[in-house]
């Protein structure tokens, strides 16, 4: 119970503070009197978010903070199907209370949400950039990939481990910057579940993008990482096997 408590907690964290920036900052342009600061602290947001969320909580939980993520490493063996259902659940449960809490406190104040909503993701003309659904798919895809191929990497070696946090949440940063104009960035589906069921309407009627896209990104990002991993384990039992055979014909 201790790893899904800490998985509700960074969840919680990284959708409230994430998705709380763009209806703060009024989205991709700005536009409140706080000064048009855009993409880049939104994407900040949600990086600065992961990466104190790693430290917080990744010695209980490993901060998967993230179904796909989550789904990568149950694929990669490195979690079971019951804990995957556990984080998943907290996750989700997470993700509504960040938003619910972010609704909440939106409505004490004087912003006006018909621009932003919940900070949730959308394409055609819930996109900022207007993309089809085909190109949200496909954004959505790459952008997961890319991210989760990040994640099993620097948290495959103890030698990386104190540095994780800080490379997942660059890394975040990063798709964010590219995605927000385009999608909102999702590359999470707890993380689009819950802005989209609270605000409803179109956001609700295109989630399943969000949904369906980051867990497709993950799975390849995941048979990617099997795929590079077993070359290279390969490639240092073939080592080891030549270094034999030089030492016996030596010998002989």
């Known amino acids: 119970m201790k790893k899904y408590l800490a998985e ?4 919680f964290t990284l959708v409230f503070f ?3 920036t763009a209806v703060v900052l009024g989205g991709v342009t700005g536009g409140t009197d ?3 600061l855009g993409v880049i602290s939104i994407a900040l947001a ?3 978010a992961i990466v104190a969320s790693a430290y917080a909580i990744g010695p209980v939980s490993g901060c ?3 179904p796909a993520v989550s789904l990568a490493m149950l694929v990669n063996g490195r979690m079971s199907f019951m804990d995957f259902i556990g984080y998943v659940v907290a996750q989700i449960a997470g993700a509504f209370a960040g938003s619910g809490l972010l609704y909440a406190v939106s409505r004490m104040t004087d912003l006006l949400m018909d621009g932003t909503g919940l900070g949730q993701n959308g394409y055609d003309y819930e996109s900022y950039m207007g993309i089809s659904m085909v190109g949200a798919l496909v954004v959505e895809v790459v952008l997961t990939f890319i991210f989760v191929l990040t994640v099993l990497g620097v948290t495959a070696s103890a030698k990386t481990a104190n540095v994780a946090g800080i490379v997942i949440g660059l890394t975040l940063t990063f798709v964010h910057i590219i995605g927000i104009p385009l999608t909102g960035t999702s590359v999470n589906p707890a993380r689009s579940l819950a802005p989209a069921v609270l605000v409803g309407e179109d956001a609700l009627s295109q989630v399943w993008v969000f949904i369906v896209a980051p867990l497709v990104g993950a799975l390849l990002a995941a048979l990617a990482y099997r795929f590079l991993f077993s070359v290279k384990e ?3 039992v073939d080592e080891v096997k030549t270094t034999v055979e030089v030492i016996d ?3 002989k």
Do not use: D, P, Q, R
């Open 64 to 66: 998967h903070v993230n």
């Open 46 to 48: 949600f990086g600065l």
């Open 18 to 20: 994430g998705c709380g």
């Open 249 to 251: 014909i030596e010998v």
């Open 234 to 236: 390969k490639a240092k």
């Open 34 to 36: 706080f000064g048009t």
């Open 8 to 11: 509700f907690i960074g969840t």
